[in-house]
């Protein structure tokens, strides 16, 4: 249930930048989301649906693309895509290393839109 408020707020943010370019209607919203996001797809549109009607987003499909999770290494500076399913077994494959931070995969943003 946490897509709700993360639905509200990417509403809010697609509504007030259609009022400031006189937008008339918001056809498609590109999403950009991060696998360790936990947030599913499916219940991120519902919840638009619902929450758009009778805004100019009101019909709006939201197109969902995955951001992987990217490492860097602490120990090498290697920058590293994981699978999220071998993330316990996780290390550096360069130097091994198990010691690293997470530089995306986590967050999720608003790409794009587009309106007629």
């Known amino acids: 249930m946490h897509e709700l408020p993360v639905t509200e ?3 809010d943010i697609i509504v007030a930048h259609a009022e400031r370019n006189n937008v008339q209607k918001v056809v498609t919203i590109n999403l950009n989301i991060g696998e360790l996001s936990d947030l599913e797809d499916e219940w991120i549109q519902n919840y638009f ?3 758009a009607k009778g805004s100019v987003a009101e019909g709006a499909k939201l197109v ?3 951001v992987p999770v990217v490492m860097n290494c602490n120990g090498c500076s ?3 895509q994981v699978d999220i399913k071998e993330m316990k077994e996780m290390q550096c494959p360069d130097c091994d290393s198990k010691d690293y931070t997470l530089i995306s ?6 790409k794009n839109m ?3």
């Open 78 to 80: 290697n920058t590293f």
């Open 105 to 110: 995969g986590k967050d999720y943003y608003i």
């Open 114 to 116: 587009e309106v007629v």
């Open 9 to 11: 707020k990417i509403l």
């Open 49 to 51: 649906d619902y929450l």
């Open 64 to 66: 969902i693309e995955k």
